[in-house]
């Protein structure tokens, strides 16, 4: 029964820490990613092509 205990307790915290960190990202709108930054220069090529 302690198993099953600690399996609802972690799952509880990953999905506490996930809802966490969602809304930690979602809410650096006006800051780029580094994900978005790292796709600069692709988004500059883009636009020379058209």
């Known amino acids: 029964m302690e198993v099953f205990a600690v399996t609802?307790?972690?799952?509880?915290?990953?999905?506490?820490?996930?809802?966490v960190l969602f809304f930690a990202e979602r809410s650096q709108r006006q800051r780029r990613s580094l994900e978005?930054?790292?796709l600069l220069p692709?988004?500059?090529d883009q636009t020379d092509r058209r």
């Open 8 to 19: 609802i307790f972690m799952s509880l915290a990953f999905a506490v820490l996930f809802a």
């Open 36 to 38: 978005q930054i790292s």
């Open 42 to 44: 692709l988004e500059a």
